[in-house]
């Protein structure tokens, strides 16, 4: 009964909350998100799968910021916390979404912008926009409210967020694969930890659901992360040598929609990928042994 009555007391609708600080902040994030989105899908769609990506970050961006925003304007946040770690979350989910609408920003403006594009121009100045916002609250958590992550916004959780994040760089940059069975195996390869990512993600954000395993999570992890560096290390193997043989970089490759590029950011994401499951790796077994993280 005291936590509802505290709810009860706090939970009073002040639309001046909205304006200033970390509700200002929000506010600015969900509409520059949306008026981003309602532009760009204004232009008409596209086959492209950046485009594609873009709509969805900007859209899954809005949306969960919507969602944090109403939980804390209500205060139902203080029932969250029994099971997670919100402060955690909420700069977690900051961090995410600054990857995100960055990296969409980065891949909008080197698709669509010319010289006579002003709906490409207008489309990635609000992007950037968007990142810079989300930076914003990074920032404000991280180094001016001094908020101490227990996953999500700390290193180990991090370390998913960005493998979850890279996983999905190579995804919207495949092409070319469908008629080799080494470049099948190297789709094979990246398509087998992702699903597995956000579910320890989850697992470890939900602190009773964690403790309700009938096994240790420490130990599946570095199983999964096992496995994960050595379907990496074939990836990474396989698909230089077989997307590029007999493939040269193109003299009239379009710097905007270059093939052969594309197919170089997979290779180039692989190897990124790879090294960060390698640390990720690294950094879990120091933590199983008790050593301490900066």
Same mark, same amino acid.
């Given at each position: 009964m005291g936590v509802l009555d505290d709810i009860k007391g706090k939970a009073a609708f002040t639309p001046s909350s909205l304006l200033s600080?970390?509700?200002?902040?929000? /506010?600015?994030?969900?509409?520059? %998100?949306?008026?981003?989105? @309602? $532009?760009?899908?204004?232009?008409g769609g596209s086959s492209h799968t950046y485009?594609?990506?873009? /709509?969805?970050?900007?859209?899954? %961006?809005?949306?969960?910021? @919507? $969602?944090?925003?109403?939980?804390e304007m209500f205060m139902l946040h203080i029932l969250l916390k029994a099971c997670l770690d919100w402060d955690d979350f909420t700069t977690g989910m900051a961090m995410s979404s600054a990857l995100m609408t960055v990296s969409?920003?980065?891949?909008?403006?080197?698709?669509?912008?010319?010289r006579t594009c002003l709906h490409g121009w207008i489309v990635s100045i609000l992007a950037f926009l968007s990142g810079i916002v989300y930076i914003l609250e990074v920032v404000k958590d991280k180094f001016l409210d001094k908020k101490t992550g227990s996953y999500l916004a700390a290193l180990p959780g991090f370390w998913k967020v960005l493998e979850a994040f890279v996983s999905c760089m190579i995804f919207v940059s495949l092409t070319g694969y469908r008629d080799s069975i080494p470049l099948i195996l190297c789709v094979i390869a990246y398509i087998i930890p992702f699903p597995i990512i956000p579910v320890i993600i989850a697992t470890n954000i939900l602190k009773k659901l964690k403790n309700c395993l009938p096994f240790n999570l420490d130990r599946f992890v570095v199983i999964f992360l096992i496995i994960s560096v050595v379907l990496y290390v074939l990836a990474a193997i396989l698909w230089p040598i077989f997307i590029f043989r007999h493939n040269p970089y193109p003299k009239d490759c379009p710097p905007s929609y270059c093939i052969w590029a594309i197919q170089f950011m997979v290779a180039f994401f692989t190897f990124v990928n790879l090294i960060l499951f390698i640390l990720d790796l690294i950094f879990t077994l120091l933590g199983i042994c008790n050593f301490k993280r900066t």
């Open positions: 600080g970390r509700g200002g902040l929000h /506010m600015a994030q969900i509409i520059l %998100c949306l008026v981003t989105f @309602l $532009i760009s899908a204004f232009r485009w594609n990506y873009a /709509m969805f970050a900007w859209a899954f %961006c809005a949306i969960m910021t @919507l $969602i944090i925003t109403i939980i969409v920003a980065i891949f909008y403006a080197n698709f669509y912008i010319c």
